[in-house]
């Protein structure tokens, strides 16, 4: 596949969400590169080859319903626990049963092909604690929890770890043998809905990557602005500046090694 018909086949499912959250009034953002892309290209960013998305938590439930209920029949929405009994991560994905990203492995399989199709991310944007060692605390019960899911993953690239980290992780694992994958999600659901409800000045991805996590001011979600993809505006928080800086730095300037990034597809330029 050409990138330009994955980006077309990508907008045309950000359209079909797009519709659904509007048909059953949800609240939604564009999250991370795709936010970056509708507000610095107007458009998905050249290099990109998926498209992530933002709820905030107590708007998750009604996202579920909608998707659920409107998505058509070749698009699918999972949750972490579909997996099992593997792990893969506690991203939320709808993806299209169309298309594969690439040629089928022994690991595609292990995940059932659902990260081996076209589609969309969701990050869910949880109330963290305004006390910082309450959420630093929050950042290593997600390292705990993530290390249980790994014993449940196909294969994990040990050398990235250094050798204390090799050691935890391994630990981690070994725990993880001994409980399920549903339990696994059903402890970081519980953990990461600790706060949901209270008024605090934070927020945070709950399943985004927990060496990268974030804390943003909850006031930066509070209102709408636009960003544009190909002619289209979509929702975007009205504090996308301080959101975006916060966790890129200075994001309006493309960077120089476009290949830094993570690739997912086998795709034609």
């Known amino acids: 596949m050409k ?9 045309e499912t950000l359209c079909i969400i797009d519709d659904i959250c509007k048909k059953e009034n949800v609240r939604w953002f564009l999250d991370s590169g795709t936010e970056i892309g509708s507000l610095r290209e107007q458009n998905i960013i050249p290099w990109d080859d998926d498209i992530d998305i933002k709820v905030m938590r107590e708007d998750y439930p009604a996202f ?36 594969p990203l690439r040629e089928e492995t022994a ?13 969309i991310d969701v990050f869910i944007y949880d109330v963290a604690p305004d006390n910082a ?7 290593f019960h997600y390292k705990v929890l993530y290390g249980l899911g790994m014993s ?6 040990d050398e990235k770890y250094t050798g204390l980290q090799k050691l935890q992780v ?14 696994v999600c059903r402890k970081w ?20 990557f927990v060496d990268e996590l974030s804390f943003y001011r909850t006031d930066l979600f509070e209102n709408t602005d636009y960003g544009v993809i190909r002619g289209r505006k979509f929702p975007v928080p009205a504090g996308y500046d301080e959101e975006l800086t916060t966790h890129y730095g200075e ?12 690739h997912h597809a086998d795709l034609e330029d």
């Open 133 to 139: 060692f309450k959420r630093e605390m929050m950042k």
């Open 170 to 183: 391994a630990v981690l694992r070994f725990l993880g043998k001994f409980t399920s994958t549903q339990k």
């Open 3 to 11: 990138r330009e018909e994955l980006h077309k086949l990508l907008f």
């Open 152 to 157: 449940k993953r196909y294969q994990l690239k």
């Open 107 to 119: 690991e595609d399989r292990y995940y059932k092909n659902y990260q081996n199709r076209i589609g």
């Open 251 to 262: 994001w309006r300037l493309p960077p120089e090694d476009k290949d830094a990034f993570v």
């Open 64 to 99: 579920c319903e909608a998707m659920r209920k409107h998505l058509p029949e070749y698009l699918h929405f999972i949750e972490p626990q579909d997996y099992s009994p593997a792990f893969y991560d506690f991203i939320p994905r709808i993806y299209d049963e169309r298309y």
């Open 189 to 208: 659901e519980k953990a990461s809905t600790k706060y949901m409800g209270q008024k605090t000045n934070w927020r945070y991805v709950c399943n985004y």
